[in-house]
């Protein structure tokens, strides 16, 4: 009988840590399944979704640039995919049938709780980004009762749009906006805001900020999607912010894929253990 099989669907993959996550999971509780990197460019990722309804999948991750394009490619999501519109699991059922689902967005909220102690209700948020990662924090933070939430991208559309869909989805009554980086209103909403969430990719892969560190107040929390230290921590902690990085993100979404495709309580501090462990050789 084949191994029990999982992994992660991106372009690229070669970086990600999660293998050391699973994989330490996996042995911890005994059981025979094993993660791995799948390397999927856009025009292959019709197939490589056909393949996990093979009866040794157990499911998968999906990252980078795919977790919006693969939504249409599942035979359904539940309900919190469906809102956001983005998937970073798949789940293949006992029927063959894939299901996509998003662990990004109970992630965020708990490593915001959990590692700062930040509680969102009530709270003024801004959201740097308007993609996938974006979206998942976005209908989050809404679902979590934050007072006010400013939405700033580089594509203005796409955080107008990101807007009118938590706005659809939302009973309550929360103070929205969308913003270009180089709107006038951007200092004051910085100025004004509890925490800022960086869910671009700038900083990832170079030493850039999406933010001008200048605008970052004292007061704020600024929470950095990346796993790594970046130039937008750094000149937070400079400007005296209190900062975040991505770790506890990237375990937690993790441990709750871990636990859809097994049903098993996932090891969470096996799973920070194998993240500081690879972080560390990777560095
Ligand atoms: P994505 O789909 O590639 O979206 C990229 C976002 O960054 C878009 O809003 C894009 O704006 C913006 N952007 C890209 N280059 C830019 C530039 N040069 N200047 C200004 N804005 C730029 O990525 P994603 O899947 O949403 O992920 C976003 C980030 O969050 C990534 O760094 C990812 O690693 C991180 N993440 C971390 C975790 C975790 O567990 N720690 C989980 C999910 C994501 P446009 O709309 O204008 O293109």
Known sequence: MSIALAGVIGD?????????LHNAA???????ARYERWQTRSAELPARIDSLRAPHILGANVTLPHKITVVSL???????????????TIVRLPDGRLEGTNTDAPATIA??????????AGKRVVILGAS?????AAFALIAAQVAALT????TLERAEELLADVLASSDDDPYLRALAPDDPDVPEAIRATDVIINATSVGWRADETPLPGHLIPATALVFDMVYRPTRLLREAAQAGAATLDGRGMLVRQAALSFE????APAPLEVMFAAFDQAR???A
């Not at 690229?12 to 050391?20: A, E, I, K, M, W």
């Not at 359904?76 to 970073?88: C, K, Y």
């Not at 939405?151 to 580089?154: D, G, L, S, V, Y």
């Open 74 to 88: 599942l035979d359904r999501l539940d309900p919190q995919a469906a809102q956001i519109g983005a998937v970073n």
């Open 26 to 32: 996996f042995e911890h509780l005994g059981i025979a």
């Open 132 to 136: 996938g990662a974006a979206r998942a």
């Open 280 to 282: 560390a050789l990777a």
């Open 260 to 263: 859809r495709w097994t049903g």
């Open 111 to 120: 490593t915001l709780r959990e590692d700062a102690g930040f509680d969102p």
């Open 151 to 154: 939405i700033i991208n580089r």
């Open 12 to 20: 690229p993959v070669s970086h990600s840590l999660s293998p050391f």
